[in-house]
């Protein structure tokens, strides 16, 4: 049962930014969200994760709204290579801390 | 630093024999998971280890999938009999804690006809 709301599909423009929603509505207090992404024939990769403070590392920009009740993932400049299945994923807190459960996530599709 | 590896990348084999899956994750990491990626399904946790040892092995469908991590450097997934439904990608990741993020590799791609 994922925990995480995201749309099916979107579209970019390469070089411009890519912002992924995310809802999570029923996320607890110490439960991290996470984003990876699966680019076509690879295995997921990690992206970023953040608990309350918006995160920024050299793939992407985590914003978590104040109630943390939704994100947004941010590619500042994408790239044909970003094209991918994007998952935002609420961690599990506790002693199943190690569970990352997957949903459909959201398919990116950067045009040139 | 190599990444999770797994091997074969491609396995096709007929109903009923035995397929072994095989894994090598990243050096120091103590952490080992087998992942199950499907159309229908999609991504399912199978097997967690910490330590060499299952700790949850919840996700496995049935007794025909067994799983064992000999040492910190090796582990294998194995389905005997194989039946036309196992059919799947089989991702194997790690990661340096039980909740640090986790490093995939480029899976396995299991045809069972």
């Not at chain 1, 995310?22 to 994760?49: A, D, F, K, L």
């Not at chain 1, 985590?62 to 109630?67: A, C, G, R, V, W």
């Not at chain 2, 952490?31 to 092995?57: A, C, H, K």
Request: net charge neutral; hydrophobic share 30%.
């Amino acid at each position: 049962d994922a925990k995480t709301t995201q749309p099916t599909s979107m579209d970019c423009a390469e070089g411009r930014a890519a912002n992924l929603p995310c809802n999570h509505s029923t996320i607890s207090g110490n439960e991290y969200v996470y984003w990876y992404r699966q680019i076509h024939s690879q295995g997921p990769q990690y992206i970023i994760h953040g608990l309350k403070n918006n995160e920024t590392n050299e793939m992407a920009s985590l914003i978590i709204t104040e109630d943390r009740k939704s994100s947004t993932l941010i590619l500042p400049h994408a790239t044909l290579r970003d094209t991918a299945v994007y998952y935002c994923i609420v961690r599990e807190s506790g002693g199943s801390n190690y569970k990352l459960t997957f949903g459909k996530g959201t398919l990116l599709t950067v045009n040139p | 630093d190599a990444g999770v590896i797994q091997s074969p990348r491609h396995e096709v084999t007929e109903m009923g024999q035995e397929v072994t899956l095989r894994c090598k994750p990243i050096s120091g990491h103590n952490s080992l998971f087998w992942y199950r990626q499907t159309m229908m399904r999609g991504l399912e946790l199978l097997i967690y280890f910490n330590n060499n040892v299952p700790i949850d092995d919840s996700g496995m469908p049935e007794d025909r999938f067994s799983a064992k991590m000999p040492n910190a450097s090796f582990s294998t997934l194995k389905i005997q009999p194989s039946e036309p439904r196992d059919s799947a990608v089989y991702f194997c990741a790690s990661s340096s804690e039980a909740n640090s993020p986790l490093h995939f590799g480029n899976g396995t791609r299991l045809t069972v006809t």
